[in-house]
């Protein structure tokens, strides 16, 4: 006698509260991850011991997007990444145990894994540690900004919460060989070295383009989701350019952006102009766009969620731009379509959509690894 496929699921079925302890993603299909089980309040706040002994049960749960038991109508909810589950984070999930006990624990493994069919997410702890890290910091613009430093101890001791009791496993060295074919990462990042020349390239290319005239002539420069700065940095010790770098993030731990001592010795021998930082995010809204007016030009070396915000500007304002795009983010923006309808998912499909907007766009290839294609908008 056959059983159907939804009662088998059902039997083995349970729903839990349980707290991210880890997680690796594996890809968009598949992501192991380590759940603590936990009781919760209204409030979802974990509460406090009872001496039930599934409180203290960690378990291992796998989500497998082609499994038989992911419903498939929350597939725009499968962690496709880390960030898509953080660690400490509290959720709610629906398990399928592979065989037929239900109970959280054996006698022959402690620890069985089950696979996830659908889950929640009841609390998000990036969100403390964001309204952490955003006290008493106020950019310049009585915006309030985000304190690098702070984020990412109030995230590590999330982490440490749960996991400080856990012996950290030796790992094993293997040596590099010559012989190691190397693969193609004409679609990563860059390793460090590359990174650290990015910005000497591109302002390299910026200055060579529009020419040395357009960065000296007092001019104000818009070097957006600048990160460090170094983008500032390298069009001020060429052209003693004045860059405004916008980001949200403040890099040190004090209340305003620091720069390396190298770098602030080396604007001052050329007498070059500190770059500025507002702590803000950039994006299409009248304060955003009156610094646009009142700038010369637009840069942004890696951008990411505010790639497109940049080039809109640009040709809202009639300012020149220039940017190297980077992350597609396709599942933040799936309403991104090219003319024909096809909907942007990979790198390629983001440089035509961003080019669709204006046949004046113009695209450069610059000669660095990682993502290196420019696009140029100038409206002179």
Known sequence: MQVDKADAVGKNMMEKIAIVIRRRSMGKNLLFSHLKLITTDDDGNEKKRTGDATEDTIIQAVFRRHSPVWEIRHDNAFPTKNSALPYGAVIKVQLHCGNNETSLASSENDCPKYEVIRWFMLMDPRAEALKDASKNIKSEEDESGISQHLYFKSRMNQFLKYNESQERKERKVKPLHEDIPKFDNSMAHGDKKHKAMRAKLF???????????????????????????????????????????????????????????????????????????????????????????????????????????????????????????????????????????????????????????????????????GKNQALVFDPR
């Open 203 to 369: 302002a390299a290319f910026l200055v060579d383009l529009f020419g040395p005239q357009m960065f000296q002539d007092n001019p104000l420069i818009l070097d957006v989701a600048g990160g460090k700065g170094m983008l500032s940095l390298e069009l001020s010790l060429r052209c003693q350019s004045q860059c405004t770098i916008i980001d949200p993030l403040i890099r040190g731990k004090n209340d305003t952006q620091q720069f390396t001592s190298r770098a602030m010795k080396l604007i001052k021998q050329v007498n070059g102009r500190m770059p500025t930082h507002l702590a803000q995010f950039f994006g299409l809204n009248e304060k955003c766009l009156k610094l646009v007016r009142q700038s010369t030009m637009l840069v942004g070396l890696h951008p990411d969620e505010c790639t497109e915000d940049i080039l809109d500007a640009a040709l809202l304002t009639n300012k020149p731009a220039a940017i190297i795009p980077c992350c597609v983010f396709a599942s933040l923006f799936p309403e991104r379509k090219l003319k024909n309808g096809t909907p942007v998912c990979s790198y390629d499909d983001f440089l035509s959509y961003l080019m669709e907007k204006d046949d004046r766009i113009k695209k450069f290839e610059l000669p660095f690894e």
